[in-house]
């Protein structure tokens, strides 16, 4: 065992991949790959077959034909889930009774009762749980932080956060491999589609402009109020806004779509001014910018490019080997709360109190 000031290596934290899934392969796996914390050792899939072919063309060492031989793998530290919504508390608890730390792909869950689970499941077998909002390692964010610590726009009382984007009019097979074919026979259907997997608006890219607000004012909401439109083929939200309202009254737009071409972006205003991020949630590995606009005038700073993915992976690696989950990240328990009171808001016509 190392110890401080010791110059010995720290052992790689070892992944498995549950589900061939185009984020992981796309995503997750070259971003633990670019990162120096981790390494990918197993993937498995439950389509015959399918996950020795993408072990192959991935270099990855083995390769499991169920999701439970993965997770029974004694070479297998940590798991990352990147299955349809729906699908999350099951392997993220069956993931923890079999000792694996856990980081799930976002959100968590559509419930609180289901993140509650989840999040107890963890605790209880001694495992780290992250819900996967990659963003939020990203260093344009820690210097909103610092701007905003500094009070360079006073007192934040607004955010305005959105991601939204135009899928294909279609809406068939854009949900990427495995996913798509676990919802008994809606093959050609995109998983985001899928109700019986959680899919809609609010799940897949919404989720990420509630994030964010709550990341902003370092908070969670008082009461929330929503409206949506359910695609009546799908029976799912392809359209979503919130009112979201925190302490000290202030307040949260946020808005997640399919159905139009929009930004992924937030700003949030103070009395003094604002602070605006035009690329939020996918900035991509270039410099992002970050606008502040004070007095009438903007400036702009430019913040060094990462792989976000890559920063989420050591970031998770980082929390195991501490044995608690390191800021600012989080274990998706409060991100639930929030989402199932939106979806109530929205079902019901009326404001959703939290707290």
């Known amino acids: 065992m190392s110890h401080p000031g010791s110059t010995m290596q720290r052992p790689k934290l070892r992944w498995g991949v549950v589900s061939t899934a185009r984020i992981g392969r796309q995503r997750f796996i070259p971003g633990v790959r670019a990162g120096t914390q981790g390494e990918v050792v197993a993937i498995a899939s439950r389509e015959p077959g399918r996950a020795q072919v993408v072990s192959a063309e991935l270099g990855i060492p ?97 955010v305005r956060a959105s991601f939204c984007f135009s899928m294909d009019t279609g809406r068939r097979g854009q949900g990427g491999g495995e996913t798509n074919r676990l919802a008994g026979g809606r093959a050609t259907v995109d998983v985001r589609l899928q109700a019986g997997l959680e899919g809609g608006a609010l799940m897949d890219v919404g989720c990420y402009a509630v994030n964010a607000a709550r990341y902003l004012f370092g908070a969670e909401p008082v009461e929330v109020s929503a409206q949506q439109r359910v695609d009546p083929e799908f029976g799912v939200d392809t359209a979503f806004a919130g009112l979201l309202r925190f302490p000290g009254d202030c307040l949260a737009l946020i808005d997640g779509s399919f159905d139009a071409a929009g930004t992924q972006r937030y700003e949030i205003a103070g009395a003094a001014g604002l602070i605006q991020v035009e690329r939020a949630y996918l900035p991509g590995d270039g410099p992002a910018t970050v606008h502040v606009v004070t007095s009438g005038q903007q400036r702009s700073e430019e913040i060094s490019g990462a792989n976000q993915y890559a920063l989420e992976a050591d970031h998770f690696a980082r929390s195991v080997r501490s044995g608690r989950l390191l800021p600012p990240a989080e274990d998706g328990l409060a991100q639930a709360a929030v989402v199932e009171a939106l979806y109530r808001s929205a079902d019901t016509g009326q404001a959703v109190r939290l707290a």
């Open 62 to 158: 083995r390769a499991h034909g169920t999701y439970e031989g993965l997770l029974s793998d004694p070479e297998v530290d940590a798991v990352y889930i990147g299955l349809p919504n729906g699908m999350h508390a099951e392997w993220t608890i069956r993931a923890a009774e079999a000792g694996k730390h856990v980081l799930c792909e976002k959100p968590l869950a559509r419930r609180a009762a289901d993140a509650a689970r989840m999040t107890e499941a963890c605790r209880r077998a001694g495992v780290i749980l992250m819900e996967a909002f990659m963003y939020r390692l990203h260093p344009q964010h820690a210097r909103v932080q610092a701007l905003l610590q500094q009070g360079v726009i006073g007192a934040p009382a607004f």
